[in-house]
């Protein structure tokens, strides 16, 4: 069964880890929710208490075929853990898919290179994206190479879906 590592700190959007975390069982996959600690209850922006299975300093990029990064306020917590920044950018230098919803594209301009890659996101990090040198594109899932967007929880469905396909 294929991997996916799906991020979890406090205030994330709540929709944007559940929906992925159910489509993505739903479709066959393993998903461990990854937090800066192991077994403990992260709370979305709108008080969903959501528990961690692992820590980000446990787990190694190898073991894993996809990381996806939900938005709200999390990233920004996510980008202050050195073992998840690691993570990730170990998971975009393999060329496994790192995909991220509204505000998690903090997370990849933290620790992938984006030059020229198509980005999209939440309205209000589109300076940040361009500011890291990727193409910012305003459309419901952008895929460019291993990295997957989107700009909100409209966009669930579109993102999930093209997680899915990829991950064929």
């Known amino acids: 069964m294929k991997k996916i590592a799906l991020l979890i700190e406090d ?4 929709i944007e880890l559940l929906w992925p975390l159910y489509r993505l069982k739903e479709a066959g996959f393993q998903v461990d929710l990854i937090g800066s600690e192991k077994n403990t209850v ?5 008080g969903v208490p959501t528990k961690s299975d692992l820590a980000s300093s446990e787990i190694d990029a190898n073991d894993y075929e996809a990381v996806v990064i939900p938005g709200g306020y999390s990233p920004d917590k996510m980008r202050a ?9 170990d998971m ?3 060329d496994k898919i790192v ?5 998690g594209p903090w997370m990849i301009a933290s620790t992938c290179d984006i030059k ?3 980005i999209t996101s939440y309205p209000t990090i589109k300076d940040d994206l361009i500011n890291a040198g990727a193409n910012y594109i305003d459309e419901e899932v952008v895929v460019s190479g291993n990295i997957i967007t989107s700009r909100n929880p409209d966009d669930l469905i579109a993102f999930t879906s093209k997680i899915i396909e990829k991950m064929k």
């Not at 205030?11 to 709540?14: A, L, Q, R, S, V």
């Not at 992260?42 to 709108?46: D, I, L, Q, V």
Request: glycine fraction near 6%; aromatic fraction near 6%.
């Open 11 to 14: 205030m994330h959007e709540d």
């Open 92 to 94: 975009n230098d393999q």
């Open 99 to 103: 995909a991220a919803v509204c505000h």
């Open 116 to 118: 020229g890659k198509d």
């Open 42 to 46: 992260y709370k979305g922006k709108h």
């Open 81 to 89: 853990c050195e073992a998840t920044k690691k993570f990730v950018k």
